[in-house]
Nanobody, 119 residues
Framework: VQLVESGGGLVQPGGSLRLSCAAS????????MGWARQVPTKGLDWVGS???????YYVDSVAGRFTISRDNATNTVYLQMNSLKRADTAAYYC??????????????WGQGTQVTVSS
């Protein structure tokens, strides 16, 4: 299993970023995928997930600002982040999830991608 996150960077408050997660080593289309974020001084927070056919779910703190999508043809899941806030600053990770849960199928994290929201 391999998950490679990319697309992070420095953005001003109110700006946008699009993160990508390239997956390999498993049958991507069979699995729910999720996005999580972590700040060094805090634990892991889940951002949202997407089912096998592309139906997303979001936590309240990002609903209406973030959009999760997937491309089963290229084994990629995306996180479009709009109206970014300083509180969104974190390392972002994708994960393979059991359906309808925040439980990871594999005990594996990619390297993550850092998002910094600052003026």
């Amino acid at each position: 299993v391999q998950l490679v996150e990319s697309g992070g960077g420095l953005v001003q408050p109110g700006g946008s970023l699009r993160l990508s997660c390239a997956a390999s080593g498993f049958t991507f289309s069979n699995y729910f995928m999720g996005w999580a974020r972590q700040v060094p001084t805090k634990g892991l927070d889940w951002v949202g997930s997407i089912d096998r056919v592309g139906t997303p779910y979001y936590v309240d703190s990002v609903a209406g600002r973030f959009t999760i999508s997937r491309d089963n043809a290229t084994n990629t899941v995306y996180l479009q982040m709009n109206s970014l806030k300083r509180a969104d600053t974190a390392a972002y990770y994708c994960a393979i999830l059991y359906p309808g849960t925040w439980t990871r199928v594999f005990d594996y994290w990619g390297q993550g991608t850092q998002v910094t929201v600052s003026s």
